[in-house]
């Protein structure tokens, strides 16, 4: 696959009318709950972070200490992950400031560079290939995994036990190979949008990225509560425009036609859908909550 058939940002509309008719008709469906979500991220979400930073806290605790108990073979498992979780749980809880600032400027820091970068006419490539693309994947993994002729079967279950007896390792699987080759993709797009850029430009996406990994995570640190409710509505106009792509073109083409396109608008439509929507959750409760 060539770095060439990655698409740009504007050609997210193009991608999804051709994946319309190659992938299955569950995806609608899909594409409704992610709209569904993305709404409710985008106008309440504040309201869900803490709670879902506290269960990923229970969660990573308990496996920690899983791990902190096998490592020094004392008490029972559950005794570990118990204890584990619950500190965890509590850290994540009352870490809630520094979490914020953390994802904030990440987010800026990756969303600021990408801005100057799409304003310019120069966007970072993307990562999804095109829908043929996909529909090839599809189809190769189909018949791997249900092989036309019988026979095949028995020939693929011999091949297993040859290797497996012989000792010298099998080849890797085959989604492992495809998880390689995009991978490879991916490096080579960066480099080769990276390479083509100017020396000034390159300098205003590094500083770009600067200003925005720093101001966010200041900004995280004296608000939280704005913090949470940008970072909820971000990640909500991000589910909403991923699903309106899908649906749009599924449900109304003559539409898909009539929206502005392009990484300028794309920008546009983004920064200002995130700050009506943080405006909107961080004005529902005082200022207070950061004092």
Not at 121 to 134: C, D, N, R, V
Not at 137 to 143: A, F, G, L, S, W
Not at 160 to 166: A, K, R
């Given at each position: 696959m060539r770095v060439g058939d990655l698409g740009a940002i504007g050609d997210v509309q193009q991608t999804w009318t051709q994946l319309q008719d190659q992938l299955p008709s569950w995806l609608n469906m899909l594409a409704v709950v992610m709209l569904g979500w993305g709404f409710v991220l985008w106008l309440f979400g504040k309201r869900f972070i803490r709670p879902s930073l506290t269960l990923i806290g229970l969660a990573g605790g308990a496996l920690l200490g899983v791990q902190i108990g096998k490592a020094v073979d004392a008490g029972p498992a559950v005794g570990w992950a118990i204890g584990g979780g619950l500190v965890g749980g509590v850290v994540a809880y009352m870490a809630f400031r520094i979490w914020m600032a953390l994802l904030l400027g990440l987010a800026?820091?990756?969303?600021?560079?990408?801005?100057?970068?799409?304003?310019?006419?120069?966007?970072?490539?993307?990562?999804?290939?095109?829908?043929?693309?996909?529909?090839?994947?599809?189809?190769?993994?189909?018949?791997?995994?249900?092989?036309?002729?019988?026979?095949?079967?028995?020939?693929?279950?011999?091949?297993?036990?040859?290797?497996?007896?012989?000792?010298?390792?099998?080849?890797?699987?085959?989604?492992?190979d495809q998880m390689s080759d995009v991978l490879s993709e991916m490096t080579a797009a960066w480099r080769g949008w990276w390479g083509e850029l100017s020396g000034v430009m390159r300098s205003l996406v590094i500083t770009g990225a600067g200003i925005g990994g720093l101001g966010g995570f200041v900004l995280g640190m004296m608000l939280p509560t704005l913090a949470a409710s940008l970072m909820a509505s971000f990640t909500g106009v991000l589910l909403l425009v991923s699903a309106m792509s899908k649906l749009i073109p599924a449900w109304a083409p003559g539409l898909a036609d009539d929206i502005p396109s392009g990484p300028r608008a794309s920008l546009v439509l983004i920064v200002v859908a995130t700050v009506i929507g943080a405006a909107f959750q961080w004005t529902m409760r005082r200022r207070s909550a950061d004092k």
């Open positions: 800026l820091g990756v969303m600021v560079p990408w801005g100057v970068a799409a304003w310019h006419g120069e966007p970072p490539p993307t990562m999804s290939p095109t829908g043929e693309q996909i529909g090839e994947r599809i189809r190769e993994q189909i018949d791997e995994v249900m092989p036309t002729d019988p026979t095949d079967v028995d020939a693929e279950v011999d091949a297993d036990t040859n290797v497996d007896s012989s000792g010298d390792g099998a080849d890797a699987p085959p989604w492992q």
